[in-house]
């Protein structure tokens, strides 16, 4: 089992910037990809990005050149560093994690094998 914790929501002017939080914990051995989501209300979930454990960075369209994702090994912690926000990027975000082999998609849900709470993130226009 893996235990996954995200902080660093909250409200955030638009243009602003926000850093998400995602820290893991368990049989953190199993996995080697992390995900983020969101999803937004009466929306589906939507892909943000992901990262290996090989360092490959994958992003969603949406957030190409303004979301950053990122790793401290150390702390098993991953961070989606959130910049030019919009009100389009209000959702509850949520990262996920599992064993993604090469061959699956790390921008489907069911790639991954554990979810966190999910945090909100509210933009003000």
């Known amino acids: 089992q893996v235990q996954l914790v995200e902080s660093g929501g909250g409200l955030v002017q638009a243009g602003g910037s926000l850093r998400l939080s995602c820290a893991a914990s368990?049989?953190?051995?199993?996995?080697?990809?992390m995900g983020w989501f969101r999803q937004a209300p009466g929306k589906e979930r939507e892909f943000v990005g992901a990262?290996?454990?090989?360092?490959?960075?994958h992003y969603g369209d949406s957030v190409k050149g303004r979301f950053t994702i990122s790793r401290d090994n150390a702390k098993n912690t991953v961070y989606l560093q959130m910049s030019s926000v919009t009100p389009e990027d209000a959702a509850i975000y949520y990262c996920?994690?599992?064993?993604?082999?090469?061959?699956?998609?790390?921008?489907?849900?069911?790639?991954?094998?554990?979810w966190g709470q999910g945090t909100q993130v509210t933009v003000s226009s």
């Open positions: 990262i290996r454990w090989t360092g490959d960075l």
């Open positions: 368990g049989s953190i051995g199993s996995i080697d990809a």
């Open positions: 996920a994690v599992g064993h993604v082999s090469a061959a699956m998609a790390v921008h489907t849900t069911n790639s991954y094998d554990y």
